[in-house]
């Protein structure tokens, strides 16, 4: 066979002495930095590569793990196209089907259930997990959230939320939602550090109350009957139980390798080590500069100790390689923000000679070009620098510097405060307006704010109706906003009910068909009560013809209670002694024969939604019915949640509109959920890209305009104090984390840039953090009214194609069945209503492999 360096040369690549060296490197722990465009991806999969290719390991002998979904998938198209080469080159294939490679999560959830961990032939059950979304409505759930408070010592709702409130931030605030969202974080940190509620003590009270809801939290994920139920915090710690309980575990893989390893978590640490305990082929590669979890729990701690770290769990130090040229930037860029990173105090006090960074590395550009690339504004107001930088894109755009102006990208340290959208983008947005430069802001609004979303919502409360307001002097901000929202829905449908005869009438018979099957509800109840007859009693054969009866019930009703159907499987129910329950049989009487996706779907069929769907075909806006595919998401996630069913006992009182409205959609809008959002393409065509810099990470874009340089400094939040006072842990000091992690933010975002890096200089109060105010004071960067526009590299899109894997069944199948189809549930994410089509073969494969093992499992006994 050809040596590695042949394939090499096949793919086009010409690795540094570093990424060579990496690539090669085979056995013993490896501790690779990388900073920004150094080729981390390109050094991760060759080292794949070459670990199957050449050493003979098997795929499902490596475990893989990186930060996200998208990362993932990346890795295995870019590893299926490298070795496709090599296939097409020697003949024979080679498969990864069987290769750990995920997110962490992704991976504790599979290897959960993987008999190498165990050898018994039944398959351990996996845990049911619940996602972000669903653990905030399990706890925010009225009656959960009294119970959490009621283990905490908390009798009384709102003073119970105010007091957890003040703790986190020192407001007062009675908001359930704000409380919820506390817990919430805490809970995970909690989990994620290992901490054990029943054993731990504190002297604070609040803490010690909160430490006891987190019990029962964790005690409640696992009385649910059988199944045990697990979000992502408790997954990965239930993952560690599981390794750490098999002796062999660390036997299980030959090579882990994890990506950015600097947004790793304590749990996480704990079973990488733990995989890596026998082999000892352990591989982190990452850059402290761009650890920007810290608000998920992240350790920066794991990659910067590292190698002592490793020494200590596994005996062995590792083998340091450092990728430290970028191929990404201009020189003067990366000048600029290696000086940045330099300009605070990294030593760690408490260890002469330490830091709390890896301090020696040293990063340098491939680009010798050292013309301007780095460039500030005027230094002027606000509105002033926003209209500069806003006619300076469309110079660009004219001069052909750029060819679409999705090649320039605004980063911004965040797109909201608590007030609503960042002032700052605000302001570019209102600059951009006035100079008809389109944009494309996906997190800086309510996706529920858009307007498909107020079509939708204020179309079903026409059906519906909408909750009652409850009227009080200190109801919160984010309450009254949410009536506003419920408001400008309605007038967004009256609208559409004008202007749209047919859909008018549409809407009144759903209208009618919804209020039937309450008052029919309503008139069986009262029959009941009429004849002694109790919601929890059994249906006996001929009751039927009784509350058939009743008076006010509708003529639907009345042919729902004289069904042949209907009464054939009540006689059938009670001839095997396990009768109906008279609350079932007013239930199925009175339910609609439409879901609320069924209803979105009919409403789909109108001249605003059919518009919608044309654009989408025609290529010129895909934005709408992407907020479409977003809508039944939610939906079915409410269906999920609550009920799939309407029925009368659903909607009298009240009920599902308060559910649906006051409670789901509610904790939607607070949660600011955005709008739809394509992460494998975050540059829509056409239109300049708003960004937060931890959406832009991993990213290269030509211009970068860093929105603000400026990041508040707080305090230390509750969670990290706690954790820390809780744990007696050690870490970055309290009084310099928030500067830490603002200096690593900026980091991130000035490294993005390739051509042109532009930073904007305001003139009043917190126009710029420290640094860049000192930076500003030097005079050493050019402004952007002396640029030369000649001077700047023509801007060239990079698309590393690595190709992309299909399924049959959920691919080719689907499309050969109807394009239309696989475009909106495949390509745009519709949730179908009803028509879900559910696919046996992986059930069919499970069991057969699981009566495989348990027969070869009895021939061994019987030998």
Same mark, same amino acid.
């Given at each position: 066979m050809e040596k590695?360096?042949?394939?090499?040369?096949?793919?086009?690549?010409?690795?540094?002495? +570093?990424?060579?060296?990496?690539i090669?490197?085979?056995?013993?722990p490896?501790?690779?930095?990388?900073g920004?465009g150094?080729g981390k991806t390109?050094?991760?999969?060759?080292?794949?590569?070459n670990l199957?290719?050449?050493?003979?390991i098997d !795929?499902?002998?490596?475990?893989l793990s990186?930060?996200?979904?998208k990362a993932a998938?990346?890795?295995?198209d870019?590893l299926?196209?490298?070795?496709?080469?090599?296939?097409?080159e020697?003949?024979?294939p080679y498969d990864?089907?069987?290769?750990?490679?995920g997110?962490v999560?992704?991976?504790c959830?599979k290897?959960?259930v993987d008999?190498?961990f165990?050898?018994?032939?039944a398959r351990?059950r996996?845990?049911?997990l619940?996602?972000?979304?669903g653990?905030?409505?399990?706890?925010?759930?009225?009656?959960?959230?009294?119970?959490?408070l009621l283990a905490?010592?908390y009798?009384d709702e709102e003073?119970?939320?105010?007091t957890i409130?003040?703790?986190f931030s020192?407001?007062?605030s009675?908001?359930?939602?704000?409380?919820a969202?506390?817990?919430i974080s805490?809970?995970?940190r909690f989990?994620?550090e290992?901490v054990d509620p029943?054993?731990v003590q504190t002297?604070?009270?609040v803490l $010690?109350?909160?430490l006891?809801m987190y019990?029962?939290?964790?005690?409640?994920?696992?009385?649910d009957?059988?199944?045990e139920y697990?979000?992502?915090s408790?997954?990965q710690?239930?993952?560690?139980?599981?390794?750490?309980g098999c002796?062999?575990?660390?036997?299980?893989f030959?090579?882990?390798i994890?990506?950015?390893?600097q947004?790793?978590n304590s749990?996480?640490e704990?079973?990488?080590?733990?995989?890596a305990r026998g082999?000892?082929n352990?591989y982190?590669?990452?850059?402290d500069d761009?650890?920007l979890?810290?608000?998920r729990g992240?350790?920066v701690e794991?990659?910067?100790?590292?190698e002592?770290?490793?020494?200590l769990?596994?005996g062995?130090?590792p083998k340091r390689?450092?990728?430290s040229?970028?191929y %990404?930037?201009r020189k003067k860029i990366v000048?600029?923000?290696t000086d940045?990173i330099?300009r605070?105090d990294?030593?760690?006090e408490?260890?002469?000679g330490?830091?709390? %960074?890896?301090h020696?590395?040293?990063?340098?550009?491939?680009s010798?070009d050292?013309?301007?690339s780095? *460039?500030?504004?005027?230094?002027a107001k606000?509105?002033i620098v926003?209209h500069?930088v806003?006619q300076?894109?469309k110079?660009?755009?004219?001069?052909k510097v750029?060819t679409?102006y999705?090649?320039v990208?605004f980063l911004f !340290?965040?797109?909201k405060?608590w007030r609503g959208?960042? +002032?700052?983008v605000?302001g570019?947005?209102?600059a951009?307006q006035?100079?008809?430069?389109?944009?494309?802001?996906p997190?800086a609004g309510r996706?529920l704010?858009?307007?498909e979303a107020?079509a939708?919502?204020?179309?079903? $409360?026409?059906?519906?109706?909408?909750p009652?307001y409850?009227?009080?002097?200190d109801a919160?901000r984010?309450y009254?906003?949410f009536?506003n929202?419920?408001?400008g829905?309605?007038?967004?449908?009256?609208k559409l009910r004008?202007?749209?005869s $047919?859909?008018?009438?549409?809407l009144?018979d759903?209208?009618?068909?919804f209020?039937q099957?309450k008052?029919?509800?309503?008139s069986?109840?009262?029959?009941c009560e009429?004849?002694?007859i109790?919601?929890k009693?059994? *249906?006996?054969?001929?009751l039927?013809?009784?509350?058939s009866?009743?008076?006010?019930?509708?003529?639907h009703g009345?042919?729902?209670?004289?069904?042949?159907?209907?009464?054939?499987?009540?006689?059938k129910?009670?001839?095997e002694?396990n009768?109906?329950?008279?609350?079932?049989l007013?239930?199925r009487v009175?339910a609609?024969?439409w879901?609320i996706?069924?209803l979105f779907?009919?409403?789909?069929?109108f001249d605003?939604?059919?518009?919608?769907?044309r654009l989408?075909?025609?290529?010129e806006d895909?934005?709408?019915?992407c907020?479409?595919?977003?809508?039944?998401?939610y939906?079915?996630r409410y269906?999920e949640?609550?009920s799939?069913?309407?029925t009368g006992q659903s909607?009298?009182?009240?009920r599902?509109v308060?559910n649906?409205?006051?409670s789901?959609?509610?904790?939607?809008?607070?949660?600011g959920?955005s709008?739809?959002e394509?992460t494998?393409?975050?540059?829509p065509k056409?239109r300049?890209?708003?960004?937060?810099?931890?959406?832009?990470?991993?990213?290269?874009?030509?211009?970068?305009?860093?929105?603000s340089?400026?990041?508040?400094?707080?305090?230390?939040?509750?969670?990290e104090?706690s954790?820390r006072?809780l744990?007696?842990?050690?870490?970055e !000091?309290?009084s310099?984390?928030s500067?830490y992690?603002?200096?690593?933010?900026f980091?991130?975002?000035?490294?993005?840039a390739?051509n042109?890096?532009?930073?904007p200089?305001?003139t009043h109060n917190?126009a710029?953090? !420290?640094e860049f105010?000192?930076?500003f004071e030097?005079e050493?960067?050019?402004e952007?009214?002396?640029?030369e526009l +000649?001077?700047?590299?023509?801007?060239?899109?990079?698309?590393?194609?690595l190709?992309?894997?299909y399924?049959y069944?959920?691919d080719y199948?689907?499309?050969k069945?109807?394009?239309?189809n696989?475009?909106?549930y495949?390509?745009?994410?519709?949730v179908p209503?009803?028509g879900?089509?559910?696919?046996?073969g992986r059930?069919i494969?499970?069991t057969?492999e699981?009566?495989?093992h348990?027969?070869m499992?009895?021939?061994?006994?019987?030998k």
């Amino acid at each position: 066979m050809e040596k590695i360096e042949y394939y090499w040369e096949k793919a086009g690549f010409t690795p540094n002495k +570093s990424q060579k060296e990496a690539i090669l490197h085979i056995n013993g722990p490896l501790f690779l930095t990388a900073g920004p465009g150094s080729g981390k991806t390109r050094v991760l999969l060759w080292r794949t590569l070459n670990l199957i290719i050449f050493h003979n390991i098997d !795929p499902a002998e490596i475990f893989l793990s990186t930060f996200t979904e998208k990362a993932a998938r990346q890795l295995q198209d870019g590893l299926r196209s490298l070795l496709g080469i090599v296939t097409n080159e020697t003949g024979k294939p080679y498969d990864i089907a069987s290769m750990s490679i995920g997110t962490v999560h992704s991976l504790c959830q599979k290897l959960l259930v993987d008999r190498r961990f165990n050898p018994d032939p039944a398959r351990r059950r996996a845990p049911a997990l619940i996602d972000e979304l669903g653990q905030y409505f399990r706890i925010y759930n009225r009656n959960y959230w009294k119970s959490l408070l009621l283990a905490g010592g908390y009798d009384d709702e709102e003073a119970g939320q105010r007091t957890i409130n003040d703790f986190f931030s020192g407001r007062d605030s009675y908001s359930r939602h704000v409380a919820a969202q506390n817990c919430i974080s805490l809970f995970n940190r909690f989990s994620e550090e290992s901490v054990d509620p029943d054993s731990v003590q504190t002297e604070d009270k609040v803490l $010690q109350s909160l430490l006891s809801m987190y019990s029962k939290y964790r005690k409640d994920l696992k009385t649910d009957g059988n199944l045990e139920y697990v979000d992502f915090s408790v997954l990965q710690q239930s993952a560690y139980k599981y390794f750490n309980g098999c002796h062999d575990s660390g036997n299980v893989f030959k090579h882990i390798i994890i990506d950015e390893y600097q947004d790793t978590n304590s749990i996480q640490e704990k079973i990488f080590f733990q995989l890596a305990r026998g082999s000892r082929n352990i591989y982190v590669v990452g850059d402290d500069d761009q650890s920007l979890y810290r608000f998920r729990g992240a350790a920066v701690e794991n990659l910067v100790q590292f190698e002592e770290r490793c020494n200590l769990f596994l005996g062995k130090k590792p083998k340091r390689i450092d990728l430290s040229i970028n191929y %990404r930037s201009r020189k003067k860029i990366v000048d600029f923000y290696t000086d940045f990173i330099s300009r605070t105090d990294w030593l760690n006090e408490k260890k002469p000679g330490e830091y709390y %960074r890896i301090h020696d590395k040293k990063i340098t550009a491939y680009s010798t070009d050292d013309n301007p690339s780095v *460039v500030t504004t005027s230094h002027a107001k606000a509105d002033i620098v926003y209209h500069e930088v806003a006619q300076f894109i469309k110079q660009l755009k004219k001069n052909k510097v750029i060819t679409d102006y999705n090649q320039v990208a605004f980063l911004f !340290p965040s797109m909201k405060s608590w007030r609503g959208m960042n +002032s700052r983008v605000h302001g570019y947005i209102r600059a951009f307006q006035e100079e008809n430069i389109p944009y494309y802001a996906p997190r800086a609004g309510r996706f529920l704010e858009v307007e498909e979303a107020q079509a939708v919502f204020g179309l079903f $409360q026409f059906v519906f109706g909408k909750p009652l307001y409850r009227d009080r002097e200190d109801a919160s901000r984010g309450y009254r906003e949410f009536q506003n929202w419920l408001a400008g829905c309605q007038e967004k449908a009256d609208k559409l009910r004008k202007d749209d005869s $047919q859909l008018n009438n549409y809407l009144k018979d759903r209208e009618k068909e919804f209020q039937q099957a309450k008052s029919d509800y309503e008139s069986l109840l009262e029959q009941c009560e009429k004849q002694n007859i109790e919601l929890k009693d059994s *249906v006996t054969p001929g009751l039927t013809a009784i509350l058939s009866k009743s008076a006010g019930l509708s003529l639907h009703g009345q042919k729902a209670l004289r069904s042949h159907s209907v009464n054939q499987s009540i006689k059938k129910r009670f001839d095997e002694g396990n009768p109906y329950s008279i609350n079932y049989l007013l239930n199925r009487v009175t339910a609609l024969d439409w879901s609320i996706l069924d209803l979105f779907y009919q409403l789909n069929g109108f001249d605003y939604f059919r518009t919608i769907y044309r654009l989408s075909e025609t290529g010129e806006d895909e934005g709408p019915i992407c907020n479409l595919g977003l809508i039944t998401q939610y939906l079915a996630r409410y269906m999920e949640e609550y009920s799939p069913i309407l029925t009368g006992q659903s909607v009298i009182e009240n009920r599902f509109v308060n559910n649906f409205f006051g409670s789901f959609l509610y904790a939607l809008f607070r949660l600011g959920e955005s709008e739809y959002e394509d992460t494998e393409d975050p540059f829509p065509k056409g239109r300049v890209p708003f960004l937060t810099v931890h959406q832009s990470k991993g990213l290269e874009l030509p211009v970068v305009v860093l929105g603000s340089v400026y990041r508040e400094e707080r305090d230390p939040s509750v969670m990290e104090t706690s954790v820390r006072v809780l744990l007696q842990k050690e870490g970055e !000091p309290l009084s310099r984390i928030s500067k830490y992690d603002s200096m690593r933010i900026f980091y991130v975002g000035l490294s993005r840039a390739q051509n042109l890096l532009i930073l904007p200089r305001y003139t009043h109060n917190k126009a710029a953090s !420290p640094e860049f105010k000192e930076i500003f004071e030097e005079e050493k960067l050019s402004e952007l009214k002396d640029l030369e526009l +000649s001077s700047i590299p023509k801007a060239e899109r990079k698309f590393e194609e690595l190709g992309k894997s299909y399924n049959y069944t959920g691919d080719y199948l689907l499309y050969k069945k109807c394009p239309r189809n696989y475009m909106i549930y495949r390509k745009y994410g519709f949730v179908p209503s009803r028509g879900q089509t559910m696919f046996f073969g992986r059930l069919i494969h499970e069991t057969i492999e699981d009566l495989h093992h348990i027969i070869m499992k009895q021939k061994e006994v019987n030998k």
